[in-house]
């Protein structure tokens, strides 16, 4: 082989090494900048944002398994239990209780017969992070009275991290139930068309909002909260009606 041929080989050689070498380190900055590889640092005080939030809540319910709190309201105590099946949700609740996020909130939103609903009207006025809870959404967990659901904004399927809601609702017919699963195509099981016939609920939010709880001691409070005078155009009690949220360790 000339020393022209060998000269022109090295060359193309080098020029290999040198385009390797920068497609390495852009690899390497894009994941340094947040990209797959992401680290997401303590799960119990890293600024959760739209971008991090799966991650962060992932790694938070890992940690910390609670799901039990209780709910205080002027009227008396409700206890709540969160779903398992539902990870996301119940680590954000059980963070923001933990932090005391809930102990200057209020029941907002008032609809006698379909649901009572607490946090924060506007997020702004917590200079909140702007994040939402991905939806997960479980078919067997639906709107019975003392469900526990997280509120929508701006027609995202994600949920508010910053109010909850709780279902009042109303005792249903099985025709009623009948026709409204004709009209909707929504299937209804059986234990639940049960339950929507006793306890009542509110099944027209099924599959829309995320269930993550459920209030098992102290139904009898939500009535007294949804019987509290409101406006009714505006949705909004007259009075204000605050409530604490503490987690049973």
């Not at 809540?57 to 409700?78: C, Q, R």
């Not at 206890?79 to 005391?100: D, M, V």
């Not at 059986?190 to 929507?196: A, E, F, N």
């Amino acid at each position: 082989m000339t020393r022209t041929r060998l000269a022109g080989l090295a060359r193309m050689l080098n020029l290999s090494h040198l385009l390797a070498a920068l497609i390495l380190f852009a690899l390497f900055n894009c994941n340094k900048r947040g990209g797959g590889q992401e680290e997401i640092g303590d799960p119990d005080t890293v600024r959760i944002t739209g971008r991090n939030a799966r991650k962060v809540l992932t790694a938070y319910a890992k940690k910390h398994p609670d799901n039990l709190v209780v709910i205080s309201t002027p009227f008396g105590d409700m206890k709540a239990q969160l779903y398992e099946q539902t990870p996301l949700h119940r680590a954000n609740f059980i963070r923001l209780a933990k932090g005391g996020f809930w102990d200057t909130a209020s029941f907002h939103r008032v609809i006698k017969d379909f649901m009572v609903q607490a946090g924060y009207p506007a997020k702004t006025t917590m200079n909140l992070e702007d994040y939402l809870v991905p939806y997960e959404n479980d078919p067997m967990r639906f709107h019975k009275k003392g469900a526990l659901g997280m509120a929508h904004h701006d027609g995202s399927p994600g949920s508010s991290p910053f109010d909850f809601y709780i279902v009042d609702g109303t005792v249903l017919t099985k025709d009623s139930l009948n026709n409204f699963s004709s009209a909707t195509g929504r299937i209804l099981f059986p234990d639940h068309v049960q339950t929507y016939t006793t306890l009542g609920g509110a099944p027209h939010l099924d599959s829309a909002y995320t269930v993550f709880g459920e209030v098992v001691e102290g139904l009898h409070i939500i009535d007294s909260i949804a019987n509290v005078p409101a406006d009714v155009k505006a949705e909004k009690p007259l009075r204000r009606i605050p409530v604490k949220v503490k987690v049973v360790e």
